[in-house]
Nanobody, 114 residues
């Protein structure tokens, strides 16, 4: 049973923008903090942005001011607006609960390259 589905990735030039979307099953979304993570091949998956049910957001320094996380509690959706993209943002992006992560989805590939 697929519970997390990410979409919206692609190839973009440095300085460009992408908007990622994630739909989660109700059992995952609930009242939980949701988050976006990313993973570069050969490295550990890292947390980059989180959002509480009420909308409070928090980010790691490397994406602060460039990425914006949001959620639609009626649709069980989480979004990540990514602006001013850099080559070092290239990774597979995943969404999940911020704490006690559920089974990971397939993620969506973001490639930033000229």
């Amino acid at each position: 049973q697929v519970q997390l589905v990410e979409s919206g990735g692609g190839l973009v030039q440095p300085g460009g923008s992408l908007r990622l979307s994630c739909v989660a099953s109700g059992s995952i979304f609930g009242f939980n903090d949701m988050a976006w993570y990313r993973q570069i091949p050969g490295e550990q998956r890292e947390f980059i942005a989180g959002i509480a049910f009420g909308g409070t957001t928090y980010y790691v320094d490397s994406v602060k001011g460039r990425f914006t996380i949001s959620r639609d509690n009626n649709k069980n959706m989480v979004y990540l607006q990514m602006n001013s993209l850099k080559p070092e943002d290239t990774a597979v992006y995943y969404c999940n609960k911020r704490y006690n992560a559920a089974t990971w989805g397939q993620g969506t590939q973001v490639t930033v390259s000229s």
